[in-house]
């Protein structure tokens, strides 16, 4: 098991007050190496919230999330940190690429960290960017490129450290309807071909069904489709 989600509550604003506003309620779910999910639901139903958990980009209010039979529900912000750029990549609906850097500099950049570049790490980001067919575009900057290479670049740098589970909140949401099913196809080839287990929070009913799984988000809770 990759990920285990066990009794998850999250809520915004002082637990008990008036205001308080509850949005995920002792939620479960479970992940396997290799899956692609498909979580949808209504606006403000708390899918970008979970896929927050689930990516430690937040902390639930109760519950534990495991991953490789780890808890990381306790893991400090500078074990957090560590824990998202080894294991996690992330594709969200603005590609969020560094204006100023080409395409290659953005593809290389969960790398810096780490420290010097190598060999090996750049031959990986060579492949991929030949595999998703940007590879003419690398000294290009960001307000030089359509909006789908844009996408297919973040894409790249969401898998260039190797990770094991890439998390895309709405990905296909800013593009156009050739471009959306364009990389549709591309994040679910990748994670077939590369074996990595796949999330995605959307509104699209294609890219939903492209996935193995599909769940719907609803008072709080996950019910499978």
Known sequence: MLLQL????????KSGAHSFRPVLKELDLELEKGQKVAIIG????????????????DTPDSGEVMFNGTNITGFNSTQLAAFRNKNLGFVFQLHHLMP????????LLPLLPQGKV???????AEYLIKKVGISDQRNQKPSEMSGGECQR??????????PELILADEPTGALDEGNANALSE??????EEEGVTLVTVTHSAELAQKMDTKYL???GKLEKE
Request: aromatic residues 6%.
């Open 6 to 13: 066990k009794q998850i509550s999250k809520g915004y604003g």
């Open 42 to 57: 209504p606006s403000g139903s708390g899918k970008t919230t979970l896929l927050n958990l689930v990516g430690a980009l």
């Open 100 to 107: 100023q850097l080409s395409l290659w500099e953005n593809v």
């Open 118 to 124: 190598t060999k090996e790490q750049k031959d990986w």
């Open 153 to 162: 670049t973040a894409v790249v740098r969401a898998l260039i450290n190797k």
């Open 186 to 191: 591309l994040l679910v080839h990748l994670s």
């Open 217 to 219: 988000l609803r008072n």
